[in-house]
């Protein structure tokens, strides 16, 4: 065990006077006890031994420094590691101590010396400051007391206590005594002071005891046990010298001993805490005074009965403390007066503020949309809140004393609820569905809580809040977590959930299900004209449409953009699931009506089986292989999956990535095929047509590349490169050929697709290429097919005519296969007609149709166009378009595409003659 010097080494700080908060209490050291009861016998030997008297006289002058000054020192130390009020306490006491040992000293120099002690000496004044010190420290550590009157009734108190005390002290003092004391004034003064500070400071103790808390009172316990034995020295010293029974120091000095000793033991800290006064201990403390004045009364009525009659000090003494009683009293019943006005005003303040606090929650319960409702134990309406009557347009007062069957007919969970609630103290929380007044169902969220055993309540507490928009809303955004907001059909994640579902179930006759995934075929390109507000509605007309073939067992989904999924549930063979994909490619290719324009929408639909215990993913994945297998074979019809769809699926991604690869590396290249005029049978210009060999060496027609260009997203980067390398082509002949015929008016025809026209960057790619290539943008001619003049929307003929700007001609292509009118010619920027091959020929071979070129090339002059026939394959054909008064023309007649080098050849011999006839084509003809 740690001793407290060690303690105090350790940095920990010991507070003798209050102990650790949620500690145990300092311990003391052992070897106190030892050395008090080694005290108690020196002194008892010393007293009763013979010759012991003057022994004593000498080394009890000694032990009585000893004494003092260890109870001086010990309770600075004290005073050191305390704090609060118990500080000062301590720094009074000891300081005293010290100072009564000064006086000690200075008795003990003079006895030794063998001198006697003049009365008074600078000695007395250390015995002085004693009690007056000690007396101070009581006092400060007692708890201020709240008020002027309050501590007037204390400050009374404590006069009474010091006057009872004195009273009775000195009236134990024989009469003979107090006439005996003679002298000096001084000395009568100092007869006289210290039995009246020992009064004084035994008064204090009695008062600071009654007015501490309980960590300090025991503190105040101990430091009145040792001022009670140093008082009862004193008070016998006096008497013993008065009464000329000998040498009082050798009688008297134990109780000093005693006194100081007991108060270096309280120095070193209490054995345990205080604990707090009992209702009986603070009625005692609180007659303490009283019971001091009825002493000093009955003390009275002794020295009556035995003939003493008070008189001189005495005398005096009881008249002041009947005076302190007497304002004592009156302070007591003004303090009492004064409490009960504060009172009053308390209570009074208190019932406004509850009133207020009332109110406000009154207020906050009827305002709020929230009702409250009180059911008793047999589940009838005590209280319903006012706000019933906004929310749910019910009557509050027609709703008391109603039950709960009655209050909530549509919900009988709400019973089991109610029951759950009142077997417990858990609140319980629950949805409920109820009828407002104005025959609504409304959805309800109830906290139900058990008060029925509060003495204010006895009841279920029910707290209603409606949900009905919140509930309404989290069906809605159920509803959209797995619906389509376009066309409100399945989404994705439902029809896997539906699909997981069919394909868990065990399979039976009849129980085959079907993925069908069905793909708008060229929804892209309308959707860029027509914009996407006018596809959005398509895409809702054929959902509606597609919805009116479903039964109650099938599902049909958006899985995004043009692209559907339908679940076929209960189909028996792959036969009857090609029959209903037959269905749906008839619906959907119903004339649509779009923009007032009747339009027709066809449909490549992949179909494939779903078995039990399929994986989902696998089957949509082949359904999917099956709809782009037949998107490729032609579009407007379905496939079934079969296993080598798989292969042709891989061909098609592989193709893409090596479609991808060539563009990167520039591994695709472009041929030339000349256009001529047919006038004056000079060349004209050249077609730049996209040419491109995979690894393998195998030539694949653009008719294959092409459209997997565009469903892989390269469609735009490809064209861009197209565009690049034709102008810079073209305005490389331009540079280094010299001007005539052929030269620097030679044109280039470069072809566009739809998502080109639909790419923001395209104007100002042209300008930049022309800029580059130093081209007169009139020698650059666009080529576009009819498709994309669906509607004059998307942004199409604004970028054309931003086009046609920058002195860019347009040309359309393969005019008359596609869904052009002639409103869209007399509308839109155009300035040359290609003609398509199918009009040199008839459907039953290769004769001429001159009628309807010639018409063509009418409406076109009619126009203020320039035709340009393509596909020229013979002398007839330029004999038909001749005649047909057609300017240009284009084919293997002439010359098949040429690569850059082979083209340059014949820009240069075209230089040199401008006689009409095939050139590097005779044997094609």
């Known amino acids: 065990m740690k001793t407290a010097h060690t303690d105090r080494m350790a940095g920990s700080r010991r507070l003798a006077s209050v102990p650790r908060e949620g500690g145990a209490p300092p311990r003391h050291p052992a070897g106190i006890w030892p050395v008090l009861l080694a005290g108690g016998a020196v002194a008892a030997g010393l007293h009763w031994t013979p010759g012991g008297s003057q022994l004593w006289t000498k080394l009890g002058a000694l032990l009585l420094l000893g004494a003092s000054v260890g109870g001086g020192l010990l309770a600075l130390r004290a005073a050191v590691s305390a704090s609060g009020p118990a500080r000062r306490t301590w720094w009074a006491v000891g300081l005293g101590a010290l100072c009564w040992a000064a006086g000690q000293a200075g008795w003990c120099w003079s006895r030794l010396a063998g001198s006697p002690t003049p009365v008074p000496s600078w000695c007395d004044l250390g015995f002085a400051l004693f009690p007056l010190l000690t007396a101070i420290g009581l006092i400060s550590v007692i708890d201020d007391p709240i008020g002027r009157l309050s501590r007037l009734r204390c400050g009374l108190e404590a006069l009474m206590l010091t006057g009872s005390t004195l009273y009775i002290e000195w009236s134990?003092?024989?009469?003979?005594?107090?006439?005996?004391?003679?002298?000096?004034?001084?000395?009568?003064?100092?007869?006289?002071?210290?039995?009246?500070?020992?009064?004084?400071?035994?008064?204090?103790?009695?008062?600071?005891?009654?007015?501490?808390?309980?960590?300090?009172?025991?503190?105040?316990?101990?430091?009145?046990?040792?001022?009670?034995?140093?008082?009862?020295?004193?008070?016998?010293?006096?008497?013993?010298?008065?009464?000329?029974?000998?040498?009082?120091?050798?009688?008297?000095?134990?109780?000093?001993?005693?006194?100081?000793?007991?108060?270096?033991?309280?120095?070193?800290?209490?054995?345990?805490?205080?604990?707090?006064?009992?209702?009986?201990?603070?009625?005692?403390?609180?007659?303490?005074?009283?019971?001091?004045?009825?002493?000093?009364?009955?003390?009275?009525?002794?020295?009556?009965?035995?003939?003493?009659?008070?008189?001189?000090?005495?005398?005096?003494?009881?008249?002041?403390?009947?005076?302190?009683?007497?304002?004592?009293?009156?302070?007591?019943?003004?303090?009492?007066?004064?409490?009960?006005?504060?009172?009053?005003?308390?209570?009074?303040?208190?019932?406004?503020?509850?009133?207020?606090?009332?109110?406000?929650?009154?207020?906050?319960?009827?305002?709020?949309?929230?009702?409250?409702?009180?059911?008793?134990?047999?589940?009838?309406?005590?209280?319903?809140?006012?706000?019933?009557?906004?929310?749910?347009?019910?009557?509050?007062?027609?709703?008391?004393?109603?039950?709960?069957?009655?209050?909530?007919?549509?919900?009988?969970?709400?019973?089991?609820?109610?029951?759950?609630?009142?077997?417990?103290?858990?609140?319980?929380?629950?949805?409920?569905?109820?009828?407002?007044?104005?025959?609504?169902?409304?959805?309800?969220?109830?906290?139900?809580?058990?008060?029925?055993?509060?003495?204010?309540?006895?009841?279920?507490?029910?707290?209603?809040?409606?949900?009905?928009?919140?509930?309404?809303?989290?069906r809605q955004l159920r509803h959209q977590a797995f619906h389509d907001g376009l066309t409100d059909l399945a989404n994705r994640s439902l029809f896997f959930e539906c699909a997981e579902r069919a394909a868990s179930q065990p399979a039976g006759p009849g129980q085959q299900s079907a993925l069908l995934i069905i793909d708008l075929d060229g929804f892209k390109t309308i959707n860029d004209n027509l914009g996407h507000h006018q596809g959005d509605e398509l895409l809702r007309v054929m959902a509606a449409r597609m919805s009116r073939l479903l039964r109650e067992v099938d599902t049909l989904a958006r899985l995004g953009g043009d692209e559907f999924a339908v679940l076929l549930v209960g189909i028996d063979t792959p036969a009857t699931a090609m029959d209903r994909a037959e269905e749906f490619l008839s619906v959907i290719a119903a004339p649509t009506t779009i923009l007032g324009t009747e339009r027709v929408v066809t449909a490549s639909i992949g179909v494939a089986m779903l078995n039990t215990g399929d994986s989902v993913s696998d089957v949509v994945r082949a359904a999917d292989t099956a709809m782009y297998v037949a998107k490729f074979g032609g579009k407007s019809r379905a496939a079934l999956f079969e296993p080598v769809m798989h292969e042709h699926s891989r061909r098609r991604f592989e193709m893409q990535g090596l479609l991808r690869n060539a563009l990167t590396n520039k591994a695709v290249r472009l041929s030339y095929q000349p256009v001529y005029d047919l006038r004056t049978a000079s060349l004209e210009g050249f077609e730049a047509l996209l040419r491109w060999t995979d690894p393998s060496g195998r030539q694949v027609p653009p008719s294959e590349f092409i459209p997997m260009a565009e469903d892989g997203g390269l469609i735009v980067e490809l064209g861009r490169w197209v565009l690049d390398e034709a102008i810079s082509q073209l305005g490389a002949w331009t540079v280094a050929l010299p001007a005539g015929p052929a030269g620097p008016n030679l044109t280039m025809a470069i072809s566009l697709s739809a998502h080109q026209l639909h790419d923001p960057g395209l104007v100002t790619a042209v300008h930049d290429a022309l800029l580059h290539a130093r081209v007169a943008p009139a020698q650059l001619i666009l080529e576009i097919t009819e498709s994309v003049f669906v509607a004059d929307e998307g942004g199409v003929s604004d970028r054309l005519a931003a086009l046609r700007s920058l002195g860019v001609r347009i040309a359309i292509d393969d005019f008359g296969t596609g869904y052009a009118s002639l409103a869209y010619l007399q509308r839109l920027p155009v300035d040359i007609l290609k003609i398509d091959r199918s009009f040199l020929t008839t459907g039953d071979g290769d004769h001429p149709a001159p009628e309807l070129v010639r018409a063509i090339v009418k409406i076109a002059d009619s126009l203020g166009l320039v035709t340009l026939a393509e596909g020229v394959e013979s002398s007839a054909h330029v004999a038909i378009l001749q005649r047909a008064r057609c300017r240009l023309a284009q084919g293997f007649y002439y010359s098949p595409p040429l690569d850059a080098e082979a083209a340059s050849a014949l820009i240069a011999g075209s230089t040199e003659s401008a006689q009409l006839g095939p050139v590097g084509g005779a044997a094609a003809s």
């Open 172 to 474: 134990l003092v024989p009469a003979e005594a107090v006439a005996t004391v003679g002298g000096s004034t001084a000395q009568r003064l100092i007869t006289f002071y210290y039995p009246s500070m020992d009064a004084w400071t035994l008064a204090m103790v009695l008062f600071a005891s009654s007015r501490v808390g309980p960590e300090y009172r025991t503190i105040i316990a101990g430091i009145g046990a040792g001022l009670a034995a140093i008082s009862m020295a004193d008070g016998g010293f006096s008497h013993l010298i008065n009464a000329a029974a000998g040498d009082g120091l050798s009688t008297t000095s134990a109780g000093w001993f005693l006194g100081f000793l007991l108060i270096a033991r309280a120095a070193l800290g209490p054995d345990r805490a205080g604990s707090p006064m009992s209702r009986l201990h603070r009625r005692i403390v609180t007659l303490v005074p009283y019971l001091l004045v009825a002493a000093s009364v009955g003390v009275t009525v002794v020295r009556e009965l035995d003939g003493q009659r008070l008189s001189g000090f005495l005398f005096w003494d009881a008249a002041w403390v009947l005076v302190l009683l007497v304002a004592h009293h009156i302070s007591v019943l003004l303090e009492n007066e004064s409490l009960t006005a504060h009172l009053e005003h308390r209570i009074a303040e208190r019932t406004a503020s509850l009133e207020a606090t009332e109110r406000y929650y009154r207020a906050l319960v009827q305002g709020s949309s929230d009702i409250v409702v009180v059911l008793d134990a047999e589940l009838r309406a005590r209280y319903v809140s006012d706000s019933v009557e906004r929310v749910y347009a019910l009557s509050p007062r027609r709703l008391l004393g109603r039950t709960v069957a009655d209050l909530l007919p549509y919900d009988d969970g709400v019973a089991e609820q109610l029951a759950l609630a009142a077997s417990g103290t858990d609140p319980v929380l629950t949805e409920i569905t109820l009828m407002d007044g104005r025959g609504d169902r409304r959805s309800a969220e109830v906290g139900i809580t058990n008060r029925l055993d509060d003495p204010a309540v006895r009841g279920l507490v029910l707290n209603i809040r409606d949900v009905t928009e919140r509930s309404r809303l989290e």
